[in-house]
């Protein structure tokens, strides 16, 4: 009888990503061997920590990165990270959470898109930068980096190095938010060193100065800076020409 399970295994990923993520996903990586093998990177390629996984986590429920750190078969599939809320205990940032997400992520070699972009009244980006500093294949990043002091913000020349002698980067879409004086102090030489890589940069700012000289951005860089004026509430585009 000719079954699902009687496809050959590499039809089976191309059918699962059709299927929604969440918990449809994990009901089809239970029906049998075959299909949990197929449908395990589809499960852990994209990983989005938000409000509504925070919630779950505050109830004691386990998180990806632990299980990550539990199966080192699993960390190879990672691609895309995404953390729009972080759980909290008692207030402030879960420090299980934090500690356990510092140890996997220099265990994520393939992962090639970085997003942070959790709104928190104490910076929690800057303990993780040195984790994220690693031999990557990190090639989209966009970051909420407003609470990065001089030191801090230097621990973001290393990001995106493919080996750890590689003064050359594989950054290729950098986008900052909010970024604080320290990283747009940075930012020429950071984007010099992924200058073989980097084809689009985005800033969005409250400023009142102008920008950072990006007079020697590599050729075919696109550039859009927004600054967002405090007097107002909507973001008023300013072209620049270097």
């Known amino acids: 009888m000719v079954s699902a399970d009687n496809l050959p295994f590499d039809v089976l ?7 929604p993520g969440g918990k449809d996903l994990l009901s089809v990586a239970l029906v049998s061997k075959s299909f949990n093998g197929a449908a395990t990177p589809l499960i852990y390629g994209s990983i989005t920590i938000n409000v509504s996984v925070t919630k779950k986590l505050t109830k004691r429920a386990q998180s990806p990165f632990q299980t990550l750190l539990d199966r080192k078969d699993l960390d190879k599939f990672p691609r ?34 970085f997003v942070f ?34 030191q801090q913000a230097k621990l973001l020349l290393h990001i995106g190095h493919r080996t750890k002698l590689d003064r050359g980067g594989s950054l290729q879409k950098l986008s900052l ?15 010099e ?46 072209s620049y020409s270097p």
């Open 13 to 19: 990923p191309l059918i699962f990503a059709n299927v």
């Open 177 to 191: 938010r909010s970024p604080s004086t320290c990283v747009l102090g940075v930012l020429p030489e950071w984007i």
């Open 80 to 113: 895309k990270l995404t953390i729009t809320a972080v759980p909290l205990d008692r207030g402030r940032v879960s420090e299980r959470f934090h500690i356990v997400l510092a140890m996997a992520l220099p265990k994520l070699v393939n992962l090639s898109s």
């Open 193 to 238: 060193r992924n200058r073989a890589s980097m084809t689009s940069l985005s800033i969005k700012v409250i400023i009142t100065t102008r920008p950072p000289s990006l007079a020697n951005h590599p050729k075919g860089l696109s550039l859009d800076y927004q600054w967002l004026y405090p007097a107002f509430t909507w973001i008023y585009p300013v």
């Open 117 to 150: 972009d959790a709104h928190l009244t104490v910076s929690f980006l800057p303990a993780l930068l040195s984790n994220l500093a690693t031999p990557s294949q990190l090639k989209e990043l966009s970051l909420l980096a407003d609470n990065l002091n001089p």
